[in-house]
């Protein structure tokens, strides 16, 4: 039977998920600019007010800190309140970010504006997650990939778009119209958002999964939850680095107005980096979910993470060549993007899906620890004259993550599954004898 048409428990026809996973993937795009476009907009910003680079950036960090330090709060909400409405609060939250964006004329308020992107953002982001893992247990990999995929790949239409009326309206304007616009679209998608109902969804059968719904006080006394947040913050950083740095970094080793001639069309490189890259990024998510689906999350991500490592090596090594410098920032994106597919779908795997919003909200805060490095190789690279040196401390980072998911995640995960299912049996056992002796 068709996956799009087939019942899910409770008589609910599949293609329930499957639109659910759309209207979330929708909600995503709308809120990728923000992060992902940022990178044309600092360029402008320091042209026009002269302000430090590093102190410009401080607003992307502050926006990745606020987005990813109250994502257990937001999570406490999304359990409560459900999808709707932390969806339309996030909305309207984004939409603002830029208005006060268009009309900053001090760093206070960029910083300003980056705050409310990082609550707008942050909402939209943990209840789009949520619910994909939700919706599809027996999927996981291939449905929070699609939905992170809306967020990574969300930029790649509006980029060219966004750089041309930076160029001809300047940047303040930009971000007014495209902020009432992104805004405005996830307002509408959040009130076709919903949660399943309990046992409406399979389970996977090829996949270790915990039975067991965990609380967050649980998960967080396991070995397994500190571990795979070592990971993350190990592997999140390089990317964060390359979200927030690749235009600068394209100045610095003179690649940036290099012009690509592809015969049909010609583009300065970096624009055209900034699209493959969204592209790339938006790929990996479902693409490496859809792999861990089969083969295991710790397996894909030694694969991932290996190749990012090796990709980032390169690119320090190789990227004063304009085609080189195009090439390899996709493949450090195509390998960076999963993630946010791989770890979210591992949590649900480990820790069940009732609390999975405060649990994951939790481990996504290593997401803003990386943040805090994205200043720090602004001051490596001027200390060093050079981003070798950033970009190889990062890949030995991603290398360790690689080393430590068949070493030491793979052994503790199948230690966890196994306590979970004993831990449950007995509780359900102990359930059944109290509910006998008091009958």
């Known amino acids: 039977m068709n996956a799009a048409t087939q019942t899910l428990s409770g008589g609910t026809s ?26 044309l907009f600092v360029p402008e910003i320091q042209g026009t007010f002269g302000w430090a680079r590093a102190e410009i950036q401080i607003a992307f960090t502050i926006f990745v800190l606020v987005q990813t330090w109250l994502a257990p709060i937001e999570g406490y909400f999304i359990d409560k309140l459900g999808p709707r409405l ?33 609550i707008g953002v942050g909402s939209i982001y943990a209840t789009c997650i949520n619910n994909a893992l939700k919706w599809f247990p ?10 992170a995929g809306g967020y990574g790949a969300g930029s790649a239409a509006t980029i060219l778009p966004i750089a041309a009326m930076i160029e001809s309206a300047g940047f303040q304007e ?28 399979p389970a996977s059968q090829k996949l270790l999964q915990a039975t067991r719904d965990y609380t967050l006080k649980e998960a967080l006394s396991t070995k397994l939850f500190w571990l795979m947040f070592t990971m993350f ?20 080793l003179g690649v940036k107005e290099f012009q690509v001639d592809l015969h049909f069309f010609v583009m300065a490189a970096l624009p055209l980096a900034l699209m493959l890259d969204r592209i790339m990024n938006g790929i990996s ?45 996709g493949v450090v ?21 009732k609390h999975i919003g405060k649990i994951y909200g939790v481990l996504y805060t290593a997401k803003g620890i990386g943040a805090l490095f994205v200043p720090v190789g602004n001051l490596m690279m001027e200390a060093t004259g050079t981003w070798s ?13 690689a080393v430590l998911a068949i070493v030491a995640l793979r052994p503790a995960l199948a230690k966890h599954v196994k306590f979970s299912k004993d831990l449950l049996a007995k509780e359900t056992a102990a359930g059944g004898n109290a509910a006998a002796a008091h009958a």
């Open 138 to 147: 027996d999927r996981r990999g291939l449905a929070v990939g699609l939905t």
């Open 174 to 201: 930009t971000f007014l119209f495209f902020g009432l616009l992104q805004g405005g679209l996830a307002f509408v998608a959040a009130w076709f958002l919903r949660s399943p109902a309990k046992g409406q969804v």
């Open 285 to 329: 998510r479902p693409l490496f979910g859809w792999i861990s689906d089969n083969i295991g999350r710790e397996k894909t991500m030694v694969i991932a993470f290996t190749l990012e490592g090796f990709g980032i090596i390169a690119l320090g090594y190789f990227g004063h060549n304009p085609w080189a410098f195009l090439i390899l920032s």
């Open 333 to 353: 994106f195509l390998a960076w993007g999963e993630v946010y597919s791989l770890f979210s779908a591992l949590a649900g795997d480990a820790f069940g899906s």
């Open 233 to 252: 913050i190990l592997v999140v950083t390089g990317g964060m680095m390359a979200v927030a740095q690749l235009g600068v970094i394209a100045q610095d």
């Open 14 to 39: 599949s293609s329930t998920r499957w639109w659910q996973l759309v209207v979330g993937v929708v909600c995503m795009i709308a809120t990728a600019n923000i992060q992902y476009a940022w990178t």
């Open 86 to 118: 932390m969806v339309a609060f996030g909305a309207v939250f984004i939409g603002f970010a830029w208005v006060v964006n268009s009309q900053a004329t001090t760093l206070g308020g960029f910083y300003f504006g980056a705050a409310l992107g990082g």
């Open 389 to 401: 040196t950033v970009l190889y401390t990062v890949a030995c980072m991603d290398l360790t993550a």
